[in-house]
């Protein structure tokens, strides 16, 4: 039985991993993986799962920071928090150490409303091999992710990712934000294009 949930478990986790890497690689993340075609991707919601999920896949938070570098400002920061908020599905470390890098840039100052390190013990691995075993830091802990309480390499910027293609049917967010700006305005036309009316409560609440 033990077995049986292990397998199942890593099973799920795999699958999941595979999904985040296709939402990723759709918005512009260098990576071997297949773009998704028919999903419209919701990029605050994205960034909330792979900060919870991507300490299972080094590869993966790496193309993701690398992508946040270039295209942070894509980001609408003040629905991430309130996503955070409603429904916490992210890892505020993580989402934290993120916010520390980006801020440094002007353009995305700010982002250090959520560089604040939370409370910890103390510092531990970031990255998780198959089996649950942490993977070794072999050289200098990044000083951001460590300032979060969280121990991992340096990170470093390729800067290999590109900005989403418009023409993705699954970039239609990205788009309509390049058009009317990083704000509501954008979520609200996505909502009336994909579903023709709706309640503004119901709206708000997307």
């Avoid at 991430?80 to 916010?99: C, F, H, K, N, Y």
């Avoid at 980006?102 to 089996?131: D, H, N, T, Y």
């Avoid at 309480?149 to 699954?170: F, N």
């Avoid at 954008?186 to 009336?192: G, K, P, Y």
Wanted: proline content about 6%.
């Amino acid at each position: 039985m033990a077995t049986s949930y292990k397998h199942s478990r890593d099973k799920l986790l795999a699958a999941f991993l595979d999904f985040l890497w296709s939402q990723w690689s759709s918005l512009g993340v260098a990576g071997q993986r297949t773009a998704g075609q028919g999903r419209l991707i919701d990029p605050e919601a994205l960034l909330l799962a792979t900060t919870r999920f991507a300490c299972h896949d080094p590869r993966l938070l790496d193309g993701v920071l690398d992508w946040m570098i270039s295209n942070g400002t894509r980001i609408n920061l003040q629905r991430l928090q309130r996503l955070q908020e409603t429904s916490p599905l992210g890892d505020m470390r993580v989402l934290g150490a993120i916010a520390s890098i980006l801020s440094r840039q002007s353009v995305m100052r700010k982002w250090s409303s959520l560089a604040k390190p939370v409370a910890f013990a103390s510092p531990e691995p970031l990255f998780i091999a198959a089996g649950g075993k942490a993977l070794p830091i072999l050289r200098e802990p990044d000083p951001d992710f460590l300032r979060h309480g969280l121990l991992r390499d340096a990170v470093e910027s390729r800067g290999t990712s590109v900005p989403p293609d418009p023409h993705r049917a699954c970039n239609l967010l990205c788009k309509l934000r390049a058009l009317f700006g990083v704000n509501a305005r954008a979520e609200i036309v996505a909502w009336l294009l994909i579903h023709g009316s709706g309640h503004p409560a119901a709206i708000a609440r997307a």
